[in-house]
């Protein structure tokens, strides 16, 4: 006599995982494969982002050309003295120092620190902050002693015809 094994109806959720046998622990699993194209692509992702900022300030900065402004005749300044100047706007003030018969240098005369217009100080050969005491090296405008933190902005000087020309700016 055959025996007739009796089957239990299977309940609604039981049909549905038979109908659509998806396996959860497989579906939440990154392999590792994955998970390195996801870091690739973050990480070039970034590197395009970065090269892109570098070429628009490349361009940026080769467009925005300073132009060339006179500043004064050679003859006009005497060795172990100053004179000041705006460049490149009329707001920015400049010094335009003559340390030897033919040694110029010329610089912004905004402190690094807190922007106070420096002094110079010829007999020391130094650029003297009032605000906080700041004081530069005269010759290269390097930052001596106090807060400021970097150089002054040196003014590109050109000499020509007897005359000194300002023609840009070095950060
Ligand atoms: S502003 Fe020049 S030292 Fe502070």
Known sequence: MDKIKKVQPLSESTKWREDFPVDEVKEHFIERREFTKFLLLISGSFVVGQLYIGLQNFFRKSAAQLPIKKIAAID?????????????????????????????????????????????????????????????????????????????????????????YAEGMAI
């Open 76 to 164: 006009s300044i005497q060795v172990n003295n100053f004179i000041t100047f705006t460049y490149p706007d009329k707001g920015d003030t400049c010094l335009l120092i003559r340390l030897s018969e033919t040694k110029f240098v010329a610089y912004s005369n905004k402190c690094t620190h807190l922007m106070c217009p420096v002094i110079p100080k010829m007999e020391e050969k130094q650029l003297y902050c009032p605000c906080h005491a700041g004081y530069f090296d005269m010759t290269n405008g390097s930052p001596l002693a106090g807060p400021p933190p970097r150089a002054l902005a040196r003014v590109k000087l050109k000499f020509h015809n007897g005359d000194i």
